[in-house]
């Protein structure tokens, strides 16, 4: 089968499958996502009686039927279209392949594009759902169902059996009676927000009568703990040099924890303990001689399985650097269209009619430019109603302001090609002015157009980490760069978080930039000519 066909026929496969995903309640990753933002936004869906055949739960979702019918029109057009007219002109082949030579930017295009690869893997990676359970014969799949599934369904009880399971805890349960036979987890098994990590333990080695470092000899000095048999702090104790902190050396271990856990200046210590029973059933109701070191929130990188740590508020570092590199990439796809349909629409225009259009708006950009642009971001954000506010307005607010440099760039290049000669002998030919931008000098504006690109996708991505990072971007439901890099300065004493928040920044906007910049190079009429 032919390249061109294969990608056609996938580009069909994934058009269908949004389509009856979404009329069976399915959620598949990155195809369903078009789908979930007319949910997150009222007004992307309609009354169900637009489309009866096409409702789910009273409305119909146009804003994903819209794209499913895009792509199912693009994959029809390859897999129909000639092979012959799908080739790239000689022009284009010679700036591919001068873009190859450039080596920083053509392996960052590809890892650019194995990034968009992982992050449409969505809940398949990263996600607290389950992407399997087995129960009592059946196959269930948490992760990929629209719908949320309530615990009685694994056999739980009481409250549990109303709400969500905690699917991690399912997993630990796994091999006990009532419970699931197998529960498969994402390779990071949190949410990127409003998941709440439990704290971090660490066991800490008893040698001889003394506590130890983890993993050391040293004796331990600090706040240590016990637990009960599911992981829940029983009781606190301090230690210091290794004993009990006030106590001497050579008590007896229960001796050090009733002294602790009740008489120490003569105040309770435990936060359970409420008097019912005595105080030797109280201790024996923790794991015996197992004495943990628990990691408040935020909690280091490699403790409690969180491989770069939790950040303040407890979420998963990991995940939640991936839920921003998600949120960056529907941004930019929502913000470029726009922007460039702006920009080249009135760029063209200004530069080919020029006159008093021109300069009314040229005076335009400039009284828009003008404005402050983090005071519209206040004003509007208080003015909104709850339901409208989130990424749709702050990426419509960066819309509004992003458009006006490429506009400039845009006429310019408009009116030089405008004075070619083949401009003049389409004109003469009957070409009228909307044939001659479309067909004529639009595809001549195509190095342009790609040059800008990568710089725009950067433009996006630091303008949202910069207005998380001062409180006016996105809420607290999206993972945010910006808001890890904010929370990291102003816990420099937890610097996995800064770092996490930093390096994640320069590494992508780094490689958009060296894919910018071999564009740039590449299309470059200074060093090539147009037959080189």
């Not at 992307?44 to 009866?52: F, G, Q, R, S």
């Not at 790239?88 to 650019?112: C, D, E, H, Q, T």
């Not at 960056?328 to 009619?353: E, H, S």
Request: hydrophobic share 45%; proline share 7%.
């Amino acid at each position: 089968m032919k390249k061109k066909n294969l990608i056609a026929l996938l580009i069909i496969l994934a058009a269908c499958l949004g389509g009856l995903g979404e009329l069976c309640g399915w959620l598949i990753p990155t195809i369903s996502w078009p789908f979930t933002v007319s949910r997150e936004l009222p007004f992307l869906a309609a009354p169900a009686e637009w489309a009866p055949m096409l409702a789910v739960q009273g409305k119909v979702h146009w804003f994903g039927w819209a794209f499913m019918a895009f792509f199912l029109f693009v994959g029809l057009y390859l897999l129909l279209r000639r092979q012959s007219s799908l080739r790239l002109p000689p022009p284009m082949v010679r700036r591919w392949n001068r873009f190859r030579s450039i080596k920083r930017g053509y392996w960052s295009l590809l890892a650019l594009g194995g990034i968009l690869c992982i992050a449409g893997m969505d809940q398949c990676l990263v996600g607290k759902r389950a992407l399997a359970v087995r129960y009592e014969g059946e196959w269930y799949f948490p992760a990929f169902c629209r719908h949320v599934m309530p615990g009685d369904v694994f056999g739980l009880s009481g409250n549990d059996a109303i709400a969500e399971p905690d699917y991690r805890k399912l997993k630990a349960s796994v091999g006990k009676p009532g419970a699931p036979t197998v529960v498969i987890m994402p390779p990071i098994p949190y949410s990127p927000t409003m998941d709440a990590a439990p704290f971090p333990t660490e066991r800490l080695p008893i040698r001889g009568d003394k506590v130890c470092e983890p993993g050391g000899n040293l004796p331990y000095n600090g706040l240590a703990c016990r637990l009960y048999p599911d992981g829940e702090i029983h009781m606190r104790l301090r230690y210091r040099q290794g004993v009990l902190d006030g106590h001497v050396q050579g008590w007896n271990e229960e001796r050090r924890e009733v002294y602790s856990a009740v008489y120490r200046k003569g105040k309770l210590q435990s936060e359970r303990y409420r008097g019912e029973g005595s105080v030797k059933d109280f201790l024996a109701k923790t794991k015996a001689h197992v004495i943990s070191l628990v990691h408040y929130h935020p909690a280091p990188p490699l403790t409690g399985g969180h491989l770069l740590g939790t950040n303040s508020q407890g979420s998963d570092i990991a995940a939640y650097l991936f839920g921003g590199l998600q949120v960056n990439i529907k941004a930019a796809l929502f913000y470029l269209p726009v922007i460039y349909a702006i920009g080249l629409t009135l760029g063209m225009l200004m530069g080919y009619f020029g006159g008093k259009f021109d300069l009314f708006t040229q005076r335009v950009i400039e009284i828009i430019s003008q404005l402050p642009f983090l005071f519209v971001v206040m004003i509007l954000s208080d003015l909104m109603p709850l339901e409208l506010r989130g990424m749709f307005l702050i990426l419509s607010l960066l819309a509004m302001f992003g458009w006006m440099h490429m506009t400039y760039i845009i006429r310019t290049a408009t009116m030089k090609e405008k004075s070619r000669d083949y401009v003049a002998a389409a004109r003469v030919m009957g070409a009228g002015p909307i044939h001659l931008l479309t067909v004529h000098i639009l595809p001549n504006l195509l190095g342009i157009i790609v040059t800008l690109l990568p710089f725009s996708i950067a433009a996006v991505i630091l303008s949202l980490a910069s207005l998380d990072y001062m409180g006016f971007g996105l809420p607290d439901t999206y993972a945010s760069w910006g808001r890890l890099l904010n929370d990291g300065l102003s816990k420099l004493s937890s610097p996995w978080m800064v770092s996490a928040a930093f390096l994640s920044l320069v590494i992508t906007l780094m490689i958009v930039t060296f894919i910018g910049e071999a564009v740039r190079e590449s299309v470059d009429p200074r060093r090539h000519t147009y037959y080189e």
